[in-house]
């Protein structure tokens, strides 16, 4: 295949940087306007806790032993149950005491042993063991959407958007499998194909984006903005001109209709961020403890999606009067 001598020169990067320029400029000109969408992977996040603090009171000294301690912070997020250390007293012995622990929390302690020879003039210490994964045994973490099982992340969020120009290689119409009925129901499998230079992503996106990336990923999102969808990046292109102009300059983004699926999106943009507001559940905790109740509210779908409906329309056509309603009788 006969080539520009021009365009295959690696050593002038004054010729590629031309041939970048005029990719980018033909981008812009047929190009579409969308929002890239970075998908921020979730760590695992170690769950609320914090140290019991205690103190020895004159009320918890009696005849010069101790009786009990005084809380001040039971703390919570204890997986086993810590350790108690008095303090010595000026002369006589040393009382030992051990940690009640409920439900991660330090419920109560039980003097083992009261001691002798404290003054309540001199009050000794009582310190609690502090919850950290050395003393205190494996830390929880609560739910963040990372599966540990896999080691990936089953609940993505998506925190930014940058706007990006974009040239829409199929332009005929989606591809894929189109609209269909299935036993799920309607279910749509458009799929496009996005082509985006490789210098103008570079700017865009990956010099701004939190975390460090060198190309776009799969998994993270496209909000198109002339059908206003998302689409869900599936597989990265990054030689789809095949060294015709000497090197690289795009890559070809190969996506499909984003299946919404509870993910989290806080963009700042209200276009993307309300899109599946409907769809919505909503988790909260108040608090940030462990012990804390945790609400759950559903947004209403609609009287077609009640399943009480559903269970009493079936119940008027199958009987179930009989001990065995899909076979023969037995007595």
Not at 122 to 139: F, H, K, M, W
Request: proline share 3%; charged share 25%; hydrophobic share 35%.
């Amino acid at each position: 295949m006969a080539k520009n001598y021009y365009f295959e020169n690696f050593e002038n990067s004054m010729e590629q940087s031309l041939v970048e320029d005029l990719v980018i400029e033909s981008i812009k000109i047929f190009g579409v306007d969308c929002y890239y969408i970075p998908r921020v992977t979730q760590t695992k996040v170690p769950a609320p806790r914090e140290t019991a603090n205690a103190v020895i009171a004159p009320d918890n000294i009696t005849g010069g032993e101790i009786t009990g301690v005084t809380f001040l912070n039971r703390g919570f997020g204890y997986l086993s149950v810590p350790t108690i250390t008095i303090g010595d007293p000026a002369s006589g012995t040393t009382a030992t005491a051990e940690v009640n622990l409920t439900n991660g929390v330090v419920s109560g302690v039980t003097i083992t042993d009261g001691g002798s020879g404290y003054d309540v003039n001199n009050l000794p210490s009582a310190d609690i063991q502090e919850v950290t994964e050395t003393n205190v045994g494996q830390l929880a973490y609560i739910d963040s959407g990372y599966d540990d099982l896999l080691n990936e992340d089953s609940l993505p969020s998506y925190n930014s958007s940058y706007e990006v120009e974009m040239y829409v290689k199929n332009v005929d119409g989606f591809e894929g499998e189109g609209d269909f009925l299935s036993k799920f129901g309607l279910q749509i499998r458009d799929s496009m194909t996005l082509t985006v230079a490789m210098r103008t992503w570079e700017e865009e996106v990956a010099f701004n984006v939190e975390d460090e990336r060198v190309r776009p990923l799969e998994g993270d999102l496209i909000f198109f903005p002339l059908n206003k969808k998302i689409f869900k990046i599936m597989h990265v292109e990054h030689e789809a001109i095949f060294y015709q102009m000497g090197s690289l300059q795009s890559y070809d983004l190969k996506c499909e209709l984003f299946e919404y699926s509870n993910e989290r999106f806080d963009t700042g943009i209200s276009e993307i961020d309300d899109l599946y507001d409907r769809y919505k559940t909503v988790v909260s905790n108040t608090d940030n403890k462990l012990e804390d109740a945790v609400d759950i509210v559903t947004q209403d779908v609609g009287e077609n999606a009640d399943n009480f409906v559903i269970e009493n329309t079936g119940d008027n056509i199958l009987d179930f009067s009989e001990g065995n309603p899909f076979g023969e009788k037995f007595w």
